[in-house]
């Protein structure tokens, strides 16, 4: 099917972007890297985004309303870079349930649900679509009807076809995106080396007395009380506490994506905050080194978890 470059297109479009990640990420290993399984590889996804948000503009000439990147989770718990995605301006996270045997469950109908409302309400005259299921094909045909004009991506594959060929028939354009396009995004997951076990795990004492003493705080000028802050043995309490909570509500494989650490995302990194600030019943911001106690914590239950030692933060 021929290409259609609507750059030139007289009237200024309004226009969103629809992307199925399941298929994109699938689909993007499978051809740059030749996995098979998501936690085989990271991608580097707020860049990505603002690819394909670049990318749209050569395309259409016209006013982008929001990109939708449509992802699943298990029991709709985000992950750590679903929560980082969220915060990204003009981007929608919409999330489907992943069940026990890695299959996403709800994200077709969310997309075919958003995709004929943008149409019905008019908010957009013209919508990009990633995706490759046969499912969409009656969705498509009802934007269609509203007037959209439905321009249809595709990931290159590294042989035959990835999309389903009625999908291609109904769409008004189609346009695959390239492996080298999406090379860079793309990285095979590092495994972690393991440190061997000592003979005898050290107890939480020698562990806090191995670690580096706190810089001595400044006194107070003569006048003011000096703050007491909280101790340090208390807030890696905390923060090892916050971490196992972790692990338990969003799944070791969740947590992996945060190795090798230390530094964390910003938007996980004030969860963490707000999460010790809940356990301690007071305010750390105050106390800039106990965050970084908090953090030394923090690894240190997930470097335990992954039997990769114990680590200190860096931030």
Not at 9 to 20: E, S
Not at 278 to 302: I, M
Request: proline share 7%.
């Amino acid at each position: 099917m021929t290409i259609l470059d609507l750059s030139s297109h007289p009237v200024a479009a309004k226009y969103a972007v629809l992307v199925d990640v399941g298929y994109l990420y699938a689909a993007a290993g499978e051809v740059l890297l030749g996995a098979k399984e998501r936690k085989e590889y990271r991608v580097a996804a707020d860049e990505l985004i603002q690819a394909l948000q670049k990318h749209a503009e050569t395309r259409i000439h016209g006013e982008l309303l929001r990109i939708y990147w449509y992802d699943a989770a298990r029991d709709r718990v985000p992950t750590v870079d679903q929560r980082v995605i969220a915060q990204l301006p003009w981007v929608k996270v919409r999330l489907g349930n992943l069940n026990a045997r890695g299959q996403q469950k709800g994200v077709d109908a969310q997309i075919r649900s958003d995709l004929e409302a943008l149409a019905r309400h008019h908010a957009v005259s013209d919508t990009i679509l990633l995706a490759g299921d046969e499912d969409m094909v009656p969705a498509v045909e009802a934007a269609q009807a509203y007037g959209v004009r439905i321009h249809l991506w595709g990931v290159e594959p590294p042989y035959g076809t990835n999309q389903a060929e009625r999908l291609v028939w109904e769409s008004d354009t189609v346009e695959i995106i390239t492996a080298d396009f999406l090379r860079s995004f793309f990285s095979r997951t590092p495994v972690p080396v393991p440190v061997p076990a000592a003979p005898v795990a050290p107890s939480p004492a020698q562990v806090f007395a191995a670690r580096t003493p706190a810089a001595v705080k400044p006194k107070a000028p003569v006048g003011q009380i000096a703050k007491l802050g909280p101790s340090r043995p208390r807030v890696e309490e905390v923060g090892e506490h916050v971490a196992q909570k972790w692990i338990l509500t969003r799944g070791r494989d969740n947590i992996r994506d945060l190795l090798p650490g230390p530094i964390l995302p910003t938007v996980i990194d004030t969860e963490l905050l707000i999460e010790a600030e809940k356990e301690l019943g007071h305010s750390l911001r105050p106390y800039p080194e106990a965050r970084v106690w908090l953090r030394d914590g923090f690894w240190a239950r997930v470097y335990r978890e992954f039997e990769i030692g114990v680590g200190v933060s860096s931030k």
